[in-house]
Structures are given as structure tokens and as C-alpha cells.
């Protein structure tokens, strides 16, 4: 998983654009508003609950208001809730992944999508400190990323639907079911394969999802 995001950037990214258009939390406002401040407040917020994750420790708010100087309460209300603040941490992790993927993307239709889709998957596994966090909050973990309990599903479906269009639309992809539909099987056998150990005990493996995807799309369709 990339480190590195600016949400400058990602707010006027065509490769997120349809994401954007997906659940907002109350941070995520804040942060695509475009506004920066020395001061305390929610992008700091983000920053330092962003450094505790990445350290594979457990984002805990009222430490995180210490850290910050403020009580629980002006915190909560910069960011809204603890799964909301997470939701946020994660999200900014996996939108600079997901723009690495595309970048390095080789071929176009079927080949395309499913080279973006296993640099994706596979960059998701190995990140450690992201492992830590679903071995550390595991039912939680799950119930946020993978349900309509979080906001992270939709967005992620909203990706892999943009990326569909874009090589319908570039390369005449033919697809086995509606863009939405595709994007959201897409979306739950990368579930299935990222999150492997916590669901049946067997070893992620995005080899195995990109060949699913593939699958999936069938190369007669690209």
C-alpha cells in the first residue's frame, strides 16, 4: 500500500473521480474541501492517526486527542466516529495504491483490468502494518471494509466500476454482466482473496483473485 497522498491531488484525479462521488463521512468533506491550516483540526487529525496506523498500533481517540491538544469531543467532532476516522485512514492508503496500479498497468480490456486489479489485491496483502491492523480488529475489521457498515465497499466497487467504463469506452470491453454488477463481483472476490486467513483460514493470494477476474471477464469479451 502507497504511503504517499496528497488530496489535492486526488480531488482532481480523473482516476478517482467516480469514488468521489460515492458515501462521504464527515472528514472526507473536509479533506476534498481543499482547505489547509497550520492549526489543529481534521487533516491533522488524519495525519496523526494516519502515522499511528502505519506503525501497525491501534488508533486509540483519546490518545489521539492528547496528541493533538484537544478533548474527545472536539475531536469526534472533526471526524466523526472511530470507524469513520479509520474508514479515512485506510481510504487515503488505498486511493494512492490504486493510482500506482493504474500507472503501471499493462495491455488494455480484460489484460488491463485484470493488471490493476492484482497489483492492487497484491499491494492490500503485503502491506504489513494493514495486516496487523485486521489481525489486531479482526470482526470489526471486517464488518468496516466488506459490509454497508463502512463506507469502504462502495467506494471500492465506485473504482473498479470507473476502471470498467474507462476500457468499455477506450479498448470496447464487452462485459458478462452490467458495468455495476461487475464491478461489485469484482469487488467481493477481492474480498475474498485479501481477506482469506480471517474468512477460512487459508493464505491471501491476489495471484488466485486476478485469475478469478480473468475468469470472470473472459478474454473473448476484451
Excluded at 45 to 59: D, N, P, Q, S
Excluded at 115 to 131: K, L, Y
Excluded at 190 to 209: H, M, Q, T
Amino acid at each position: 500500500m502507497s504511503t504517499d497522498v496528497s488530496w489535492s491531488r486526488l480531488a482532481s484525479d480523473a482516476a478517482v473521480e467516480s469514488a468521489r462521488r460515492e458515501p462521504f463521512t464527515r472528514l472526507s468533506r473536509e479533506l476534498y474541501a481543499g482547505h489547509e491550516s497550520r492549526h489543529a483540526g481534521p487533516r491533522q487529525a488524519l495525519r496523526a492517526a494516519r502515522r499511528t496506523f502505519l506503525a501497525g498500533e491501534r488508533v486509540d481517540m483519546g490518545a489521539l486527542a492528547a496528541e493533538l491538544g484537544v478533548d474527545r469531543a472536539t475531536l469526534f467532532r472533526w471526524v466523526g466516529n472511530r470507524d469513520e476516522l479509520l474508514s479515512e485512514v485506510i481510504w487515503s492508503l488505498c486511493l494512492p495504491t490504486w493510482q500506482g496500479a493504474v500507472r503501471g498497468a499493462e495491455g488494455t480490456g480484460v489484460a488491463r483490468v485484470v493488471s490493476v486489479f492484482h497489483a492492487f489485491s497484491g499491494a492490500i496483502i503485503d502491506a504489513g502494518f494493514f495486516r496487523a491492523y485486521l489481525r489486531r480488529e479482526r470482526d470489526r475489521a471486517l464488518r468496516l471494509l466488506t459490509t454497508r457498515a463502512g463506507v469502504h465497499q462502495t467506494r471500492v466497487i465506485a473504482l473498479f466500476e470507473g476502471l470498467l467504463q474507462a476500457e468499455e469506452a477506450d479498448s470496447g470491453l464487452r462485459l458478462p454482466l452490467p458495468v455495476r454488477d461487475t464491478a461489485y463481483v469484482m469487488t467481493r472476490i477481492a474480498e475474498s482473496f485479501i481477506y482469506a486467513d480471517l474468512i477460512v483460514g487459508e493464505e491471501p493470494d491476489a495471484a488466485k483473485a486476478a485469475a478469478a477476474v480473468a475468469a470472470l471477464l473472459g478474454p473473448a469479451r476484451s
